[in-house]
């Protein structure tokens, strides 16, 4: 028997909605490329959750503070690295742009990351969201996952200053 010695590279992701149950996504401009949409998300960190890896990457990414509900969707890649996401059903419990941390917002040659709010049921509003097979699950469960997440408790964090 022959083993595959890839590992795979786990990424935690949020379909994250506001309490309007709008979709929270991210608007990727790269220089030379169409705008596409994408969740906010990357990879796990060694030793962490992957649920704790999906409030983080909110964090640095949106400026967001979110509660991290189940898992809603699991996503295999194939190539051209071997992955598997994982996207959690989760809030937006409040955002402030100023706070976001991440990388790849210093680095100029990846592009620009502008927080957008966009109605998960209209066709032309996330027609660019990626990956493509996110637009079946908000079609055949958009509303039950839009109901769901906003009735996600949790125990707020203290509010930034």
Same mark, same amino acid.
């Given at each position: ?87 959690? %059903? ?7 742009? &100023?706070?976001? @941390? +991440?990388?790849?917002? *210093?680095? /100029?040659? !990846? ?26 699950? %908000? ?7 839009? &109901?769901?997440? @906003? +009735?996600?408790?949790? *125990?707020? /964090?203290? !509010?930034?200053?």
């Amino acid at each position: 028997m022959i083993e595959n010695t890839r590992v795979p590279r786990l990424s935690a992701r949020a379909l994250l909605f506001d309490d309007s149950g709008r979709l929270v996504l991210v608007r990727r401009s790269r220089p030379g490329q169409a705008s596409y949409l994408t969740t906010p998300g990357g990879g796990v960190e060694p030793g962490e959750s992957l649920e704790a890896a999906a409030a983080r990457e909110c964090g640095e990414e949106l400026g967001a503070e979110v509660i991290v509900g189940p898992t809603a969707y699991v996503r295999y890649v194939g190539a051209p690295v071997p992955g598997i996401q994982t996207f959690f %059903l989760s809030r937006l419990e409040r955002v402030d742009p &100023r706070l976001r @941390t +991440g990388h790849e917002l *210093s680095e /100029p040659e !990846r592009g620009d990351y502008e927080t957008v709010h966009v109605n998960w049921s209209d066709p032309e509003q996330i027609a660019t969201l990626q990956p493509e097979e996110l637009h079946a699950v %908000l079609r055949d469960h958009g509303a039950y996952l839009a &109901r769901k997440a @906003t +009735g996600l408790a949790g *125990s707020r /964090p203290p !509010r930034r200053s």
